[in-house]
Structures are given as structure tokens and as C-alpha cells.
């Protein structure tokens, strides 16, 4: 099962099944695996520093904080 979000596989993206539009919660709206274990270590190993510097910031984001 997909981990969520957009992925590619094979050079083709691929996006989670909606299960429940009027869900609250992602896990209950969207069609991925709840990860534990092993899974979810390697999910945390990916989102280091050079991820995150891949993320570009948000115009305006930091508008109105002192």
C-alpha cells in the first residue's frame, strides 16, 4: 500500500485512493498503510536536512511573524 502523497513509481506518479471525502483524519480519507516498525523508521530516516532543503518555502509564509 502507498505511503501517501504524490509518489512515483517507475517514472509514473502515483496518488492515494480516496476513500472518504467528508474524513477528518488522512488516515481515515485517504487509502495508505498506517506505519509502525520498520516502515515507519525508514519513512523518518528520509525527511533529514537535505529533504527538507528541497522544500521550497511558501511566499509570504513568514508574513506577520515578529
Known sequence: MPLGGQFS???NSVHPALK???AYWPLERWGVAHLS??????LRRVFDEEFWSTVPALEGGCAGLP
Open 9 to 11: 513509481v517507475g517514472g
Open 20 to 22: 472518504d471525502p467528508q
Open 37 to 42: 516498525g520498520d516502515r515507519l523508521a525508514a
